[in-house]
């Protein structure tokens, strides 16, 4: 797992919609206001249709997606099955 910077967290963003990115931009100021950060998953299942695709959820505080450190393995968020999505890189906007 790697530890991003802020300029390497926002360089992976630069290709999606201005829609998406407002809302990892509100992503990123909840989780710095909580003390939390952001794990970047990606889906490694080579037969899937989505393969290559990165998620981006928080972690750290209870307020979080993730309570406490993110696992390996996404776990299942809401009614989301997550098995496919590995841990890619994580970033903490605090460390900054």
């Known amino acids: 797992m790697k530890s991003l910077t ?9 290709s999606n919609e ?3 990115l407002a809302a ?14 952001i794990a970047v998953y990606i889906n490694c299942d080579l037969g899937d249709s989505f393969h290559g695709h990165e998620q981006y959820v ?6 979080a997606q993730i ?6 393995t ?5 009614s989301s ?7 890619k890189a994580v970033y903490r906007p605090n460390d900054e």
């Open 6 to 14: 802020q300029n390497q967290f926002w360089a992976r963003l630069q």
């Open 18 to 20: 201005p829609e998406f």
């Open 24 to 37: 990892v931009r509100q992503m990123e100021d909840n989780a710095y206001r909580r003390g939390d950060g």
């Open 58 to 63: 928080t972690f750290g505080s209870d307020a």
């Open 67 to 72: 309570p406490g450190e993110p696992p390996t």
């Open 74 to 78: 996404m776990p299942n968020i809401g």
């Open 81 to 87: 099955i997550n098995w496919r999505y590995q841990l």
